[in-house]
């Protein structure tokens, strides 16, 4: 399995970001997508999901009304679109499957 993140950077206070996760070895289509995040000094927090289809989507307090996620499953990718961003969404973010693969990370810096 193979999840290669992408899209991160650093941006200024309220501007924003769209991160991809591009995958491969697995069955895309039909696996539960989450992203996760990890700041310096901090537990890792996940804080998006999407189910296979699109028929779900779980969002965390801390990012509800700001990010979404979506899925292409003809090109095995899934989306983390990060809107009116803030210095405490500064962190690593990863997407896992649901079978507990993560990919690399991708820095996002807000300041």
């Known amino acids: 399995v193979q999840l290669v993140e992408s899209g991160g950077g650093s941006v200024q206070t309220g501007e924003s970001l769209r991160l991809s996760c591009a995958g491969s070895g697995y069955r895309h289509s039909t696996a539960t997508m989450a992203w996760f995040r990890q700041a310096p000094g901090r537990e890792r927090e996940g804080i998006a999901a999407i189910w296979p289809g699109d028929t779900r989507k779980y969002y965390a307090d801390s990012v509800k009304g700001r990010f979404t996620t979506s899925r292409d499953d003809t090109i095995n990718t899934v989306y983390l679109h990060m809107n009116s961003l803030k210095p405490e969404d500064t962190a690593v973010y990863y997407c896992?499957?649901?079978?507990?693969?993560w990919g690399q990370g991708t820095q996002v810096t807000v300041s």
């Open positions: 896992v499957t649901d079978e507990a693969d």
